[in-house]
């Protein structure tokens, strides 16, 4: 058990939309209830706004990686910048670090390597499929080994790395985070547009990982038939072009709609019949998590490496081969149709509240970091 007065120092890119960005957010928030005293470091953010939210007692850091960088000297900026950078997570006077995020961790690990530090960095990511340039690979493989512990999300991610980083390393899950005021009763009564058509919801960014043009694809083939249905995709990124350009060739202008990014994701679940994961690739979606804890059906492509730590397939929700657009079209039509076990499916998927809840994952944490001597930096 990790009493109160621990000070720790947690490290990410920003604050911005990303699922990381979030999860550190609220790890932060839970254990400022608890009296420990934490500094919120984004490395990137620079003015960018700050999408979550962090509770009063958290101090917060912007490094602004950058303009550190630029005003480096040129042929040494890499050095001078991660040297600025470790008197910076100094003057925060950590117990111990947690860093998120691959090139991240690699640049807090080169920072404090040798001041005593106890660093927990983790990826957020399947590293198989989320590469990163081949200098910050060989930096990865250099600098991993002296990490207190690496944390994966699943185990799949976790294989990618050699024993050595593997043998002090845990996989940890994504916690489910409903929000304040979230009553779980609505859960049975759905919210329902007025015109009582039915709506398939997707969120995330933008990008192509996420796979958004192959669920548009699949939902053509079910367009004409099923035309009480229509698509909502939750998100922003740069994939927003090709995507409207795909909702016009394939005419479903109307149909198909890309309405930004929300701060009220739960309550667009809400109002949603069904949740389709399309990516190409995942670390622990969040997203599909909340899914589930808001009673929806859900139906996700088994990719590489979340989706299968999640869906119990056929008992919680349908898991449709890899990049198949067809299965994928099959498995949406099966759940617009068969009404009993598309209520089986979100009957069951609301346990996610448990499997993953706040208390249970934050727990696993916690056994990390009590393990981890207590070294108070002056």
């Known amino acids: ?21 979030r999860i550190l957010a609220q790890m932060a928030n839970y254990w400022a ?27 917060y850091v912007d490094f602004n990686w950058p303009r550190v960088y630029d005003k480096a000297i040129p042929r040494l900026r890499l050095l001078c910048t991660v040297v600025a950078l470790r008197f910076a997570i100094q003057r925060t006077n950590p117990d111990f670090i947690i860093s998120f995020l691959n090139t991240n961790n690699v640049a807090v690990l080169m920072a404090m390597f040798g001041s005593g530090v106890p660093i927990i960095v983790s990826e957020r990511s399947d590293p198989h499929y989320d590469r990163i340039p081949k200098k910050w690979e060989f930096l990865r493989r250099l600098f991993y080994p002296t990490a207190t512990c690496l944390v994966t999300q699943t185990q799949a991610a976790m294989d990618y790395f050699p024993q050595r980083v593997r043998g002090s390393g845990r996989v940890i899950p994504n916690p489910v985070c409903l929000p304040e005021g979230f009553h779980p009763e609505r859960v049975a009564h759905r919210q329902k547009v007025s ?57 479903l202008e109307g149909r198909v709609h890309l309405p930004g990014a929300t701060r009220s994701v739960h309550e667009k679940l809400l109002e949603a019949d069904l949740f389709v994961l399309s990516s190409c690739y995942e670390g622990f979606p969040n997203a599909l998590c909340e899914a589930m804890a808001c ?14 730590a999640i869906i119990r397939n056929g008992l919680d929700g349908v898991l449709v081969p890899p990049g198949d ?42 056994d990390i970091i009590s393990a981890v001597p207590r070294k108070k930096r002056a």
Request: hydrophobic share 40%; aromatic share 6%.
């Open 325 to 366: 657009i067809d299965a994928l079209a099959s498995a949406i039509q099966l759940l617009m149709t068969d009404e009993s076990l598309s209520a089986r499916l979100s009957g069951n998927a609301v346990a996610v509240r448990e499997r993953f809840s706040m208390e249970r994952v934050m727990g696993m944490w916690e």
């Open 195 to 251: 015109s009582g058509k039915k709506k398939i919801i997707a969120v995330g960014r933008l990008a192509a990982e996420k796979g958004f043009d192959r669920l548009i694809r699949a939902f053509s083939h079910l367009s004409e038939t099923h035309a009480d249905w229509s698509l909502a995709i939750w998100g922003e990124g740069a994939e927003r072009s090709s995507l409207e350009q795909s909702v016009r060739d394939l005419k």
């Open 295 to 308: 009673g929806l059906p859900v139906i996700s492509f088994d990719c590489p490496s979340g989706p299968r």
């Open 33 to 59: 209830g608890k009296g420990w005293h934490i500094t919120f470091m984004t490395l990137h953010n620079g003015c960018a706004p700050h999408y979550w939210r962090l509770d009063p007692p958290i101090s």
């Open 1 to 21: 058990m990790v009493h109160s007065g621990v000070s720790a120092t947690l490290i990410t890119d920003d604050l911005g939309l990303g699922g990381a960005e």
